[in-house]
């Protein structure tokens, strides 16, 4: 439409940036939801994700309003997709609130399959939900309940409220209860998901090279640096007994991208529904656990004087919520405090990974080398960073 404003998206810092992928727009949409007839004809688009990796809209049509959202085929192919759509149905089969993926009819030409794809649920099944159509991947999910009260904050930004991170806890707690019979392998390497291969290793220094020498676009990029002694130093001031302590965790599907904008809310402030689940993969609970904390409880994209400014209470009052319904031991809380420093590594070469092998954007790696992997491990060596954790040691009543 002439004169309206461009579509921007969050960046690696606080200012929105032009996106990556272009915007959906409604002739898109229409030819995309002529593939889902159980969603009925789009009628229009009522917003524009800012979420950067992918591109994503608010469709109307005549039955209800769905989430629309768009991959380039070398972030997430069909059969990526369906491993994250797998898990999502396993977990709403365990009464857990997450979006319905609405299935596609998919027919010849769609996978090569001839089949209708159409389960017996309506959920998408088997690569049923994904359409692909030349270099994109569809997919359509019924709106999720519940207020989308942070849908236009960073993914790393504080709750609005204590409650919000109690009941955010509390509701962390109950996916992994309905996670833990879900037996599904680990994801395959695709770009931007939370791995669990280097910390658990034995040898995590060896595990790393190998994470690196399997993406050839990140061993480009960290050719001409001294990544291997960096990593090392990590290694050594932070993950001491660390690979032991982890190996000894339960293995479990986690959602790995646990922050307020990837929760709908209800009027009173409790989670109605969990979205998101680009990130999942096997890891382990206390992974996740570490991660909704790294998310949420500093301010990264804030710092200030060289420093970052951490809401202990708010850690202590996300792990009170996970603690009431999934009660912490001791030893979990000791393997918690030593596995948050370290907790982004994988997901941080995987975003160094995707914006110098899929984006060709040396710079916007260089914030996840430099910024984000070396600079929030160090930030836990400060004063401030021994604070919070000593914090997080002390709030538990394990």
């Known amino acids: 439409m002439s004169g309206a404003a461009p579509h921007l998206v969050h960046g690696m810092g606080t200012a929105l940036e032009a996106p990556a992928w272009p915007a959906i727009t409604p002739d898109e949409a229409e030819m995309v939801l002529a593939h889902f007839p159980l969603a009925g004809r789009a009628a229009a688009l009522r917003w524009h994700s800012p979420r950067p990796f992918s591109t994503a809209a608010l469709v109307e049509t005549e039955r209800g309003a769905f989430f629309l959202k768009r991959h380039h085929r070398r972030v997430r192919s069909p059969a990526a997709l369906a491993e994250e759509h797998a898990f999502i149905a396993h977990l709403r089969g365990a009464g857990l609130a997450v979006p319905q993926v609405v299935a596609a009819q998919v027919g010849s ?13 309506g959920l998408g099944h088997e690569g049923a939900g994904i359409v692909s159509q030349g270099e994109w991947t569809y997919e359509l999910l019924r709106r999720a309940e519940g207020i989308d009260l942070y849908r236009d904050r960073q993914s790393w930004t504080p709750f609005l409220a204590a409650g919000h991170a109690r009941e955010a806890g509390a509701a962390l707690a109950r996916l992994h209860l309905a996670a833990r019979d879900f037996g599904a392998a680990p994801r395959g390497k695709h770009p931007l998901v ?7 290793a034995s040898d995590p220094l060896a595990a790393a090279e190998a994470y690196v020498s399997a993406r050839p676009a990140l061993a480009g990029y960290l050719a001409d640096k001294p990544w291997r002694g960096a990593l090392a130093r990590l290694f050594a001031a932070q993950a001491g007994g660390l690979s032991t302590r982890l190996a000894q965790q339960p293995s479990l599907w986690t959602h790995n991208d646990w922050h307020p904008s990837n929760l709908l809310w209800s009027a009173d402030g409790r989670v109605s529904s969990v979205i998101d689940f680009g990130l999942a993969t096997r890891t382990c609970a206390l992974h996740d656990l570490a991660t909704a904390i790294e998310r949420t409880a500093v301010a990264w994209l804030e710092p200030r004087s060289g420093d970052f400014t951490a809401d202990a209470q708010a850690a202590q009052t996300l792990l009170a919520g996970y603690h009431a319904v ?3 031991s001791r030893t979990d809380v000791e393997t918690l405090t030593r596995l948050l420093p370290l907790v982004h590594i994988e997901f941080a070469l995987s975003e160094a990974d995707y914006f110098a ?5 040396r710079a916007q790696a260089d914030m996840a080398w430099q910024d984000y992997l070396l600079g929030h491990a160090e930030w836990f060596l400060s004063a401030s960073g021994q604070a919070l954790l000593r914090a997080i040691d002390q709030g538990v009543a394990a």
């Open 326 to 328: 999934l009660p912490l």
């Open 194 to 200: 939370a791995s669990f291969t280097i910390l658990p």
């Open 109 to 121: 030409g769609q996978d090569g399959s001839g089949q209708d794809g159409l389960g017996q649920d």
């Open 357 to 361: 092998g899929i984006l060709n954007d």
